[in-house]
């Protein structure tokens, strides 16, 4: 049965779509993301991947009943009721606050290993949160919701996605959706920052043929990929020096791009009808390469600003994009 199109454009297609990515642990980003779907009447919501989020936030708690952090720069100390206000602020900021004693902090401060097993532990949790949370609001809607881990995300957010009933993660797979399929790609090419799913561009390029070698009708494929086709105008992000510190030109971050060449040249070669990214925050835009129309919606998760895009696929053509912010 199709639903109210009354938010969108007149005409009903086959398959409308709403597409974000790159919350990187935003809470309020996430539940913008799963109102989506009712909120513009369409028949599934796509998140492309970089869903977990960046820093860890560790909270002391004082003999005296309250509680010491420093966060956003600026030592605070706070007490119950403060505390609930300040980690509803942590999320909001797509960090994780870390409730522990006043030992552990110092012990994190001097353990590389136990800050990582702290912040593996609480981005599970968060993330568990999050697909129940899917389940109670997707479930009996008709909306189908497709989530990708992107190359910032941990290997375990696959077994998370899985234990989903309302939530299909199609990393390396294909969905079908009407008459359209939908392939997913969550990987990047090398970044500076050695994240935890990236690829030589070579073993991207093989995956990637192997994936669209699987779907029958390429002018009916959505190619979900995480990292955008390289210098499609959808991949520039400000130069850094080996140090990580910005090159500048004219007093200005000089942009370059920076995405794969092995997604350019599989999206060149293969020509799906449509091609989704995210995986670079600055490049919102949309763009044809060939007969493909390529899109990156960005992000703003970091104010709480959920960048979108609507998607009008009919008689295997992109009819509409309109782009949305949240």
Request: glycine share 10%; aromatic share 8%; proline share 7%.
């Amino acid at each position: 049965m199709r639903r109210n199109r009354s938010k969108g454009p007149g005409r009903v297609p086959d398959v409308r779509i709403f597409f974000a990515s790159d919350i990187h642990g935003s809470e309020v980003c996430f539940k913008k993301f799963l109102n989506a779907g009712k909120f513009y009447g369409v028949d599934l919501i796509i998140l492309g991947g970089d869903i977990t989020g960046k820093a860890m936030v560790p909270i002391a708690r004082q003999p005296d009943g309250k509680f010491r952090l420093r966060f956003m720069g600026t030592e605070r100390v706070v007490n119950a009721k403060g505390l609930e206000e300040i980690e509803e602020s942590i999320r909001f900021n797509g960090f994780y606050p870390y409730v522990c004693d006043p030992g552990e902090v110092e012990q994190l401060m001097n353990s590389p290993k136990d800050v990582r097993h702290a912040f593996s532990s609480v981005m599970r949790e968060q993330a568990e949160g999050w697909m129940r949370l899917a389940d109670e609001r997707l479930t009996g809607t008709g909306i189908r919701c497709l989530i990708m881990p992107g190359n910032d995300d941990e290997p375990f957010l696959n077994e998370v996605l899985d234990e989903s009933a309302c939530v299909e993660n199609h990393d390396g797979s294909i969905i079908e959706v009407g008459d359209y399929y939908v392939a997913g790609y969550g990987w990047s090419n090398p970044t500076p920052w050695d994240t935890p799913r990236e690829k030589p561009e070579d073993e991207i390029e093989k995956e990637l043929r192997d994936l669209a070698s699987r779907v029958p009708d390429m002018s009916r494929l959505v190619f979900n990929l995480h990292v955008p086709p390289y210098d499609s105008g959808l991949d520039f992000a400000p130069e850094l020096r080996p140090d990580f510190s910005m090159v500048k030109a004219g007093g200005h971050p000089n942009m370059i791009p920076v995405g794969s060449l092995a997604v350019r040249q599989v999206v060149e070669d293969f020509q799906p009808m449509l091609v989704l990214s995210g995986h670079i925050h600055e490049s919102r835009g949309v763009t044809k390469i060939g007969d493909s129309v390529a899109i990156n919606p960005g992000s703003e998760y970091n104010v709480g600003r959920l960048l979108g895009v609507l998607i009008d696929l009919e008689d295997g053509r992109v009819t509409h994009n309109q782009f949305v912010v949240g």
